[in-house]
């Protein structure tokens, strides 16, 4: 084993262990919410992995940036082949380890690579051209501040200087292949290193062409681990999280809320119906809703991480179209910074995040017994989460199956039912429900017209 192959295990096992440490963090934060039960309906799950996952189904309803999105994304698929060859090359030190197997297939496999990288190159730079050229105003949304900007950018330009990095790798060796065909086996004519090696490494000494072919091989290792270290402190997880929460979303029809079994079993009580024996009783229940990231679900926590960031459920809604602050996307984000700040106090393991009726000698900080002071309502106002109208325009146009507007339900139960609190303008309705069973105002019970049919 070389040195260069040494170098290569080196480094390659620096990254697998930071990254998996990474990832480990992202599995534990996304199971601070509260446990739920997602099963059945195998046979829509495995369309919503097919078709919206893999097939990307639902970015088609803008067709000019599915199709620069899919660019990427097909390039990204089969780019792993030949990256799959860069990591043998560099444990076993070959070069080009598939080339001496695969004969015809390898050139239309490294070809159509090429080809995918070349599509992928000129969709890079629309999406750098739409951020921040023409700045589309989704991406330039007040939430949309210099972080999540730059995120964007410095993915983009990591796609740059990976596609950049294939084909001069591609061009050198094309070259190299005329002047040392001993060593560097054929790979039969590529369809762009083909023509761009003669064009710009012709006459070029051997010597200089080694270096570039091993410039090119290297930065396309390192920024494909650079970014599989950077991955779970971007927004561009969606590229792992999308294939779980597809599976994972919950198939029910658009509009329908999922009801609290603990009032539902009061209310079936008051109208002497039977209630359900494997609801929580209400007298165990202490809180109704949401306050922080614990009242959540797991499934609401990998929305927030799935999330990309891209804000066609912002463009879609229509109460941040009539000007108002609520915006989904916000809310998912608010919800991901929170849990990232949640555990980075509970990783201190510092007892002054413990409650104060919790504490004594030797007491350890869990997410049971975790308090810092402060909650979602923090990040998310009563006005956002009251301005929602439950229209579910944000959970259809979201691309990976999000729901934003669970979590946005779930604050306002809190804020209703343990605070008592919501805008003024509700009061009424709410007592009107009360008294009568009706939302409007009127004097007699809703039901008490039904009593004249049996006199």
């Known amino acids: ?14 990254t697998f262990v930071v990254a998996g440490r990474q990832f480990s963090r992202i599995y534990r934060n996304i199971h601070l919410g509260k446990p739920e039960l997602i099963s059945g309906h195998e046979g829509q799950r495995w369309r919503n992995l097919l078709l919206i996952a893999f097939g990307q189904k639902k970015m088609f309803a803008k067709p000019i940036p599915a199709f620069l999105h899919l660019f990427i994304y097909v390039a990204f698929l089969f780019t792993q082949v030949e990256l799959i060859e860069i990591f043998l090359d560099g444990i076993f030190g070959h070069h080009r380890f598939f080339s001496h197997y695969l004969g015809g297939f390898y050139t239309f496999t490294i070809g159509l690579i090429e080809i995918l990288s070349a599509l992928a190159l000129v969709a890079t730079i629309a999406f750098l051209v739409r951020r921040n050229v023409i700045r589309l105003k989704r991406f330039w949304k007040a939430e949309m501040t210099s972080w999540p900007r730059l995120d964007a950018n410095l993915i983009l330009a990591g796609e740059l200087i990976l596609v950049c990095a294939i084909l001069t790798m591609n061009s050198a060796d094309t070259m190299l292949q005329q002047l040392k065909p001993g060593e560097y ?23 200089w062409l080694v270096w570039i072919e091993r410039i090119g091989w290297w930065a396309h ?16 997880l969606h590229i792992v999280l999308a294939f779980f929460n597809s599976w994972y979303a919950r198939i029910k029809p658009r509009g329908e ?17 039977p ?21 959540l679900s797991w499934k609401n926590i990998l929305d927030a991480f799935t999330c990309t960031e891209c804000g066609r459920c912002t463009a879609v809604c229509p109460a941040n179209l009539t000007g108002k602050k609520l915006s989904p996307r916000k809310v998912m984000m608010d919800i991901r910074d929170r849990v990232e700040e949640v555990s980075a106090k509970l990783h201190s393991g510092s007892i002054r995040y413990i409650r104060d009726d919790l504490k004594h000698v030797g007491m350890q900080l869990t997410i049971d017994n975790f308090d810092d002071g402060l909650s979602l309502f923090d990040k998310i106002t009563p006005e956002e989460i009251n301005a929602c109208t439950a229209c579910n325009a944000c959970v259809e146009a979201c691309p990976v199956l999000i729901d934003p507007l669970d979590p946005i339900l779930q604050m306002r139960r809190y804020q209703i039912l343990m605070e008592s609190k919501g805008p003024p303008d509700w009061v009424p309705m709410f007592n009107s429900l009360e008294s009568s069973g009706a939302v409007w105002q009127i004097p007699e019970p809703r039901s008490k017209w039904a009593e004249s049919i049996n006199e």
């Open 1 to 14: 084993m070389n040195v260069a192959s040494i170098l290569f295990l080196a480094i390659t096992l620096y």
């Open 185 to 207: 086996h054929s790979t039969g004519f590529l369809p762009v290193s083909g023509w761009l090696g003669p064009l710009l490494f012709k006459g070029m000494p051997s010597d």
């Open 221 to 236: 290792v390192l920024v494909v681990y650079a970014f599989l270290v950077y991955l779970p402190f971007s927004k561009h």
């Open 257 to 273: 809320m999922s009801n609290m079994p603990e009032v539902m079993n009061e209310v079936r009580s008051m109208l002497g119906l």
């Open 275 to 295: 209630v359900d024996p494997n609801a929580t009783s209400s007298e165990t229940v202490t809180e109704f809703g949401a306050k922080d990231i614990m009242g």
